[in-house]
């Protein structure tokens, strides 16, 4: 909501405020253009590549693998 207009930045937040679900490409195609969505997976990245190097003095373990695992599903996932 920061880099979208001040158009965009209403819409969305009645429609929070409200639940209207009613103009939800409206507001998708408004997070997209802002850049939100890239930023925010930037910022994903950062925090798995930080939480991934916190763990690589571990020793190797069915765990660590899991947890290594937890970080990239993070960042990938579709949903």
Same mark, same amino acid.
């Given at each position: 909501m920061h880099n979208g207009s001040t158009? &965009?930045?209403a819409?969305?937040? +009645?429609?929070?405020? &409200?639940?209207?679900?009613?103009?939800?490409d409206v507001i998708l195609a408004?997070? +997209?253009s802002s850049g939100a969505l890239d930023y925010?997976?930037?910022e994903?990245?950062?925090?798995?590549?930080?939480? +991934?190097?916190?763990?690589a003095g571990l020793p190797d373990s069915q765990y660590k693998t899991s947890l290594l695992d937890l970080c990239t599903f993070a960042v990938d996932r579709n949903h």
């Open positions: 158009e &965009q930045r819409l969305v937040r +009645s429609c929070i405020e &409200q639940g209207d679900e009613q103009h939800f408004a997070i +997209s925010t997976r930037g994903a990245e950062k925090a798995a590549t930080r939480a +991934s190097q916190a763990i």
